[in-house]
């Protein structure tokens, strides 16, 4: 079995998230969508509450699944039998970034391929820190998250 691992804040998960995500659905036969717990963030949502938007918003995909982990990821990923860890890149910015973790992650364990999908370009602007701020001032989200998630932001905005 080809499982691989989408790590991220996913605070919240985004349409740019999700295609990524749907798009490795179909290379491989397990998606562990793994949520890292970062301590120098200071997120909108619990652990728990990504973890169910994320259910939520990929419950269309059978072969999808949310985690959550704390520690290095090439140790969660041999944890898992996974033979890849996928990334999303938006735009060039986003490559030196990805290439130290990439780079790290192999110096660590050389048995995990990392994998970059680009977004579609009509999500390269997208990001969560973007839609929270967007949401804050109760704009359109439609186009931005799957529906699960601009209900979850609208809660937290009305408060």
Known sequence: MKIAVVPGSFDPITNGHLDIITRASVIFDKIKVVVLNNSSKNPLFSVEERMELIAAST????????????????????????????????????FEYEMQITSMNRKLNDQVETL?????????FLSSSIVKEVAKYEANLHEFVPPPVEKALREKFTK
């Open 59 to 94: 419950a269309h995909l059978g072969n999808v699944e949310a985690d959550t982990f704390s520690g290095l990821l090439v140790d969660y990923a041999k944890e898992q039998n996974a033979q890849a860890i996928i990334r999303g890149l938006r735009a060039v910015s986003d």
């Open 116 to 124: 970059f999908i680009m977004t579609k370009n009509e999500y390269s």
